[in-house]
């Protein structure tokens, strides 16, 4: 249907403009040190002011300092996919910080005998003497006021929020929502995505309340909001107040009961259960699985007002599709893992890992194959996604027998194509609703 | 627990205060008399909000110098102060943490090197290094040693959440 499409195009335009900029910044960092020296060469044919010496003096200690201070200053963050952000932030900024950090030796090594190079030595060596103060001052340049900036405010709620995931969940909402029978109702189905993203950004902000030292340590989310300090606590809980009482409200009576009660139950197991649960055992993964599973069922009743075997398979496949999707991810980042006391299955039972996630892409062939027999698809679904199920089938399997970064990799990035690819096939797929009967029943 | 009920208390107060954005006069003696952590920085006088820090080199967290209001009342001190030590012990643990952690990290890594008969360094003189499968059996070690000491500071986090 349009909305899984469109979806689909969206992730792939985010990922696409987010390819972009990581590329566009290595190449701004690539180029600084040589715009650098043509600047220095121009100013130096004319007469230098003072002026131009301090600006000089300003770039060229910035530079150096952040090839010397050994915590860099967190950058804004770049418009990358979550996937991007993810796995290649840490690796992508290393790079950019390596190509800019400028050397006084490098300056000062030409050989002309000149008016020139007595200027840039003098300067270098004016400079070296002024980074050892300007670190200390840089130091205090550093700390910052905690207060609340208003034009940063939409930035950083949507960071708190996680919205990328959000959307990520609300497009699986609305997935169930066309997947379940009865006419399509547009004021409800708007209602339940609103509802849903308020209820998903509340939980967002919670979690992020919960784990802020444990952010702070982790190369993936040292710049979340709380971390950074722009919003207080106080702050981030009031906004996760403010989403889930009208989320859950949006969803109880605009919507219906049962939804409202999805809805609310699902922060609480995020919230309460998954968010301690990862630092006590590896159950939190199942827990988590869970959790990814219930918006397409809330999706579901929205539309039909009950709990049927339809939305149980689309939960199931949801459920399935978590493993695959995070063992992967996290085989990466086990050494953070480790250091952060965090339970999970990659560091403690790596072998169990590796077995449940290709155990779960098989359980994908079985639940898609279940899905004609529920009377949520036709049976042109299996076929058609047998391909691809087969394909990510396939990736677990070396991910199983390999075990090493980049078969995690590999499954991990099809894992991300095969969840919106496989909905949109379910979509189209959808059984037909028969007979005339059916138009004019009132939803429940 | 003692945290959540002082937090209350003065919850309202400092509400208000928050969103009005009210000047005030920092009272210099009793800033200067607060027990500060290792940094040196001193916000400017004409401030009324916190400030924060860059992370800390060894906890990876950020330092808070909280704001000392002129008319801070005795409960609102006991708050302060009571964060101010939580800070100061979340910071204590995560450097000997992550300080353990490296450390423990390198005699693995040297343990395991000199098991396999290769020196510390490689031909080009860089430090020779593990592969991720070997350093797989140090990062469950860790964890499984260290578990107790992380359920007792989920236990004290969770019961000092006075940020």
Redesign the interface.
């Not at chain 2, 208000?16 to 800033?31: H, I, K, S, T, W």
């Given at each position: 249907m349009a909305t899984s499409s469109h979806t689909l195009s969206s992730r792939l335009l985010t990922g696409w403009v987010g390819g972009c900029v990581w590329y566009l910044e290595r190449r701004a960092g690539q180029e600084s040190p040589q715009k650098f020296m043509r600047l220095f060469r121009t100013v130096n044919k004319q007469w230098i002011t003072f002026q131009h010496f301090n600006f000089l003096k300003r770039m060229y200690v910035t530079q150096l300092h952040r090839s010397l201070s050994?915590?860099v200053?967190p950058k804004p963050e770049p418009t990358a996919s979550s996937v991007l952000e993810k796995t290649s932030s840490g690796q992508a900024k290393a790079e950019i910080y390596e190509m800019r950090s400028l050397s006084p030796p490098s300056l000062s090594s030409s050989r002309k005998p000149n008016e020139k190079e007595l200027i840039e030595l003098d300067s270098a060596s004016i400079i070296e003497g002024s980074v050892e103060v300007g670190k200390e001052t840089q130091?205090?340049k550093?700390?910052?006021?905690?207060?609340l900036h208003l034009d940063d405010l939409p930035g950083i709620l949507a960071r708190l929020s996680k919205i990328k995931l959000t959307a990520l969940v609300v497009s699986t909402t609305s997935a169930g929502f066309a997947l379940a029978p009865g006419p399509f109702d547009l004021p409800c189905f708007l209602l339940t995505l609103v509802g849903t993203g308020l209820a998903s950004c509340a939980a967002n902000s919670i979690n992020q309340f919960f784990e802020?030292?444990f952010d702070?340590?982790m190369n993936r989310t040292?710049n979340r909001p709380l971390?950074?300090?722009q919003i207080?606590?106080?702050f981030a809980v009031s906004f996760a107040t403010c989403c889930a009482v009208p989320g859950v409200a949006v969803l109880a009576w605009g919507v219906n009961p049962l939804t409202g009660a999805l809805g609310a139950f699902n922060i609480f197991l995020y919230t309460c259960c998954y968010t301690?649960l990862k630092?006590?055992s590896i159950a939190n993964t199942w827990v988590g699985a869970v959790v990814g599973a219930i918006p397409p069922m809330m999706g579901w009743t929205a539309a039909t007002g009950s709990l049927n075997a339809g939305a149980f398979l689309l939960g199931g496949i949801l459920y399935s599709w978590q493993f695959p999707h995070f063992n992967a991810l996290s085989w990466g980042l086990?050494?953070d893992?480790?250091?952060g006391?965090y339970?999970m299955m990659s560091?403690?039972h790596?072998a169990l890992c590796r077995r449940v996630a290709l155990r779960h892409c098989l359980a994908l062939v079985g639940l898609s194959t279940a899905a004609p027999l529920l009377d949520v698809t036709t049976w042109t679904f299996p076929v058609i996604s047998l391909p691809i199920n087969l394909y990510i089938s396939y990736l677990g399997f070396r991910f199983y027998t390999q075990?090493?970064?980049k078969s995690s990799r590999r499954l991990f990035f099809c894992s991300l194509w095969h969840l919106p690819l496989l909905l949109l096939l379910m979509l189209t797929c959808k059984r037909p609703q028969g007979g005339k009967g059916d138009q004019g029943e009132p939803r429940q | 627990m003692a945290a959540w009920r002082l937090r209350t208390k003065i919850f309202f107060p400092q509400?208000c205060r928050?969103f009005a954005g009210r000047r005030c006069q920092l009272a210099a003696e009793r800033r200067d008399a607060a027990p500060g952590p290792v940094?040196r920085?001193c916000?400017p006088k004409t401030?009324c909000?916190?400030?924060?820090?860059?992370?800390d080199?060894y906890?990876?967290?950020?330092p808070?110098?909280f704001h000392i209001p002129e008319d801070e009342s005795p409960l609102e001190q006991k708050l302060r102060e009571l964060r101010q030590e939580t800070q100061e012990w979340?910071q204590q643990f995560?450097a000997n943490?992550?300080l353990t952690?490296s450390k423990e990290k390198e005699e693995f890594i040297h343990s395991r090197l000199k098991a396999k008969g290769l020196g510390l360094r490689t031909e080009s003189g860089q430090k020779a290094t593990l592969n991720?499968?070997e350093?797989?059996d140090?990062?469950?070690g860790?964890?499984?040693k260290?578990f107790q000491k992380?359920?007792y500071?989920?236990r004290y986090?969770?019961m000092h959440?006075c940020?």
């Amino acid at each position: 249907m349009a909305t899984s499409s469109h979806t689909l195009s969206s992730r792939l335009l985010t990922g696409w403009v987010g390819g972009c900029v990581w590329y566009l910044e290595r190449r701004a960092g690539q180029e600084s040190p040589q715009k650098f020296m043509r600047l220095f060469r121009t100013v130096n044919k004319q007469w230098i002011t003072f002026q131009h010496f301090n600006f000089l003096k300003r770039m060229y200690v910035t530079q150096l300092h952040r090839s010397l201070s050994q915590q860099v200053k967190p950058k804004p963050e770049p418009t990358a996919s979550s996937v991007l952000e993810k796995t290649s932030s840490g690796q992508a900024k290393a790079e950019i910080y390596e190509m800019r950090s400028l050397s006084p030796p490098s300056l000062s090594s030409s050989r002309k005998p000149n008016e020139k190079e007595l200027i840039e030595l003098d300067s270098a060596s004016i400079i070296e003497g002024s980074v050892e103060v300007g670190k200390e001052t840089q130091d205090e340049k550093q700390w910052k006021e905690m207060k609340l900036h208003l034009d940063d405010l939409p930035g950083i709620l949507a960071r708190l929020s996680k919205i990328k995931l959000t959307a990520l969940v609300v497009s699986t909402t609305s997935a169930g929502f066309a997947l379940a029978p009865g006419p399509f109702d547009l004021p409800c189905f708007l209602l339940t995505l609103v509802g849903t993203g308020l209820a998903s950004c509340a939980a967002n902000s919670i979690n992020q309340f919960f784990e802020v030292p444990f952010d702070s340590n982790m190369n993936r989310t040292k710049n979340r909001p709380l971390v950074r300090g722009q919003i207080s606590p106080l702050f981030a809980v009031s906004f996760a107040t403010c989403c889930a009482v009208p989320g859950v409200a949006v969803l109880a009576w605009g919507v219906n009961p049962l939804t409202g009660a999805l809805g609310a139950f699902n922060i609480f197991l995020y919230t309460c259960c998954y968010t301690p649960l990862k630092r006590i055992s590896i159950a939190n993964t199942w827990v988590g699985a869970v959790v990814g599973a219930i918006p397409p069922m809330m999706g579901w009743t929205a539309a039909t007002g009950s709990l049927n075997a339809g939305a149980f398979l689309l939960g199931g496949i949801l459920y399935s599709w978590q493993f695959p999707h995070f063992n992967a991810l996290s085989w990466g980042l086990r050494e953070d893992y480790a250091r952060g006391g965090y339970c999970m299955m990659s560091v403690t039972h790596p072998a169990l890992c590796r077995r449940v996630a290709l155990r779960h892409c098989l359980a994908l062939v079985g639940l898609s194959t279940a899905a004609p027999l529920l009377d949520v698809t036709t049976w042109t679904f299996p076929v058609i996604s047998l391909p691809i199920n087969l394909y990510i089938s396939y990736l677990g399997f070396r991910f199983y027998t390999q075990a090493d970064r980049k078969s995690s990799r590999r499954l991990f990035f099809c894992s991300l194509w095969h969840l919106p690819l496989l909905l949109l096939l379910m979509l189209t797929c959808k059984r037909p609703q028969g007979g005339k009967g059916d138009q004019g029943e009132p939803r429940q | 627990m003692a945290a959540w009920r002082l937090r209350t208390k003065i919850f309202f107060p400092q509400l208000c205060r928050a969103f009005a954005g009210r000047r005030c006069q920092l009272a210099a003696e009793r800033r200067d008399a607060a027990p500060g952590p290792v940094s040196r920085f001193c916000p400017p006088k004409t401030s009324c909000h916190d400030w924060i820090g860059p992370p800390d080199k060894y906890s990876n967290l950020r330092p808070v110098q909280f704001h000392i209001p002129e008319d801070e009342s005795p409960l609102e001190q006991k708050l302060r102060e009571l964060r101010q030590e939580t800070q100061e012990w979340n910071q204590q643990f995560w450097a000997n943490q992550n300080l353990t952690f490296s450390k423990e990290k390198e005699e693995f890594i040297h343990s395991r090197l000199k098991a396999k008969g290769l020196g510390l360094r490689t031909e080009s003189g860089q430090k020779a290094t593990l592969n991720a499968e070997e350093m797989a059996d140090f990062y469950k070690g860790f964890l499984s040693k260290n578990f107790q000491k992380h359920m007792y500071y989920n236990r004290y986090i969770l019961m000092h959440m006075c940020w």
